[in-house]
């Protein structure tokens, strides 16, 4: 297992905010009667904000994989998600898949 972090923050004449960020990642195999069965993951998120003259702005983000290994098959999930705002305005953005090889 590793896992990583970062922060920051500042002040300045555009104003004063932060970001941070984050990652990690894990793995096992096991060998069994069967064969291998085994499982992985990687993770990754980050947000910032802002608030300076123009109003106040943030954003964040996240994605995520796990991988399955069972038997000869291998099984991966993932999803992202994100939102920024800024100037009033919002977005959100997701997304996921699932895949069996």
């Given at each position: 297992m590793?896992?990583?972090n970062a922060y920051g923050q500042y002040f300045g004449q555009n104003g004063f905010g932060y970001s941070?960020?984050?990652a990690g990642a894990g793995a096992f195999m096991n060998q069994g009667p069967l064969g291998y069965m085994g499982a992985s993951n990687?993770?990754?998120a980050s947000q910032n904000m802002?608030?300076?003259p123009g109003?106040?702005?943030a954003s964040g983000a996240h994605t995520?994989?796990?991988e399955y290994d069972?038997?000869?098959k291998?099984?991966?999930v993932s999803n992202a998600a994100g939102f920024s705002v800024a100037n009033g305005a919002s977005s959100v953005t997701k997304s996921g898949s699932v895949s069996v090889a």
């Open positions: 590793a896992n990583a941070a960020a984050n990687a993770n990754a802002n608030f300076g109003g106040v702005s995520m994989t796990h069972m038997f000869g291998k099984v991966i």
